[in-house]
């Protein structure tokens, strides 16, 4: 489930790790899988993309 809080803020990816309860690492691997995320090097990810990893990571994949 996406959290209210997080549809208003940038979020940088060490913070997002740490919500998903992994290593940055892992993370950074993790969103190559999600289409229509291109990050690149950046480390905050805008609130549309956050939503948009918690979706695709909240359905099961």
Excluded: C, H, N
Excluded at 37 to 54: K, S
């Amino acid at each position: 489930m996406v959290e209210k809080r997080w549809d208003m803020k940038f979020v940088s990816k060490a913070e997002l790790a740490k919500r998903f309860g992994i290593s940055p690492e892992t993370l950074r691997v993790k969103l190559k899988e999600v289409k229509g995320l291109e990050t690149g090097r950046r480390q905050l990810l805008y609130p549309w993309e956050v939503r948009l990893v918690w979706e695709w990571f909240g359905s099961g994949r």
